[in-house]
């Protein structure tokens, strides 16, 4: 079996799935009524890469070989999640687990550019991002990212705003930040059947 970890951003959907992971798993919830019930509680506020991002932070130097990043229902955007992650081989350094897209709105794209460049984040042209940055990423690509990086990411959240546009340019980054942007293929059929 592949050595790899599913980190998951919990707020409220049902988690009845995630017994049917082979893999271990790590739960970061945001929702104060369910605080306590599962591995760590983090307040809420950006989107699930605020998991992925904490996560990434305080593993860099242990991470396992292979990091699936995932909502609490990741089925919305990847129908044979479970068939993908505990299916996945290890023989490529990512797997998209939902719709692969190029951020092509000119107005969307400059923003996301000027984030990239705030943060310290290296980039081409064209961006492509993964519905809600569900992927599974090795370890070596993750590392290819200095953990600086990640700490500028995780101190440009609002953390008094769960929605907002930085949210959103974190979301389109995320495989340019895990660099695989390049080798990345645009699908709406990723997750298929």
């Known amino acids: 079996m592949v050595d790899l970890v599913v980190v998951i951003c919990h707020f409220k959907e049902d988690l ?14 945001k929702n104060p009524k369910n605080e306590g019930e599962y591995d760590f509680n983090i307040p809420n506020y950006g989107f699930d890469t605020v998991a992925y991002v904490k996560y990434i932070i305080d593993n860099y130097d242990n991470l396992p070989n292979y990091v699936c990043f995932s909502q609490d229902n990741p089925f919305f955007h990847c129908e044979e999640f479970l068939n993908k992650v505990n299916g996945f081989d290890g023989l490529s350094e990512f797997c998209p687990l939902g719709k692969t897209y190029e951020r092509d709105n000119e107005y969307v794209l400059k923003q996301t550019i000027d984030y990239a460049k705030k943060i310290g984040i290296e980039f081409e042209e064209p961006i492509k991002f993964i519905n809600s940055a569900q992927c599974i990423v090795s370890s070596k690509l993750i590392r290819s990212t200095s953990i600086d990086v990640y700490k ?19 979301e389109y980054l995320w495989p340019t930040i895990m660099n695989f942007n390049d080798k990345l293929e645009l699908s709406l059929n990723n997750c298929r059947k």
């Open 152 to 170: 500028n990411i995780m101190n440009s959240y609002d953390k008094n705003s769960i929605i907002n546009q930085t949210n959103y340019l974190i």
């Open 16 to 29: 009845g799935w995630i017994d049917q992971l082979k893999n271990p798993y790590v739960i970061y919830n």
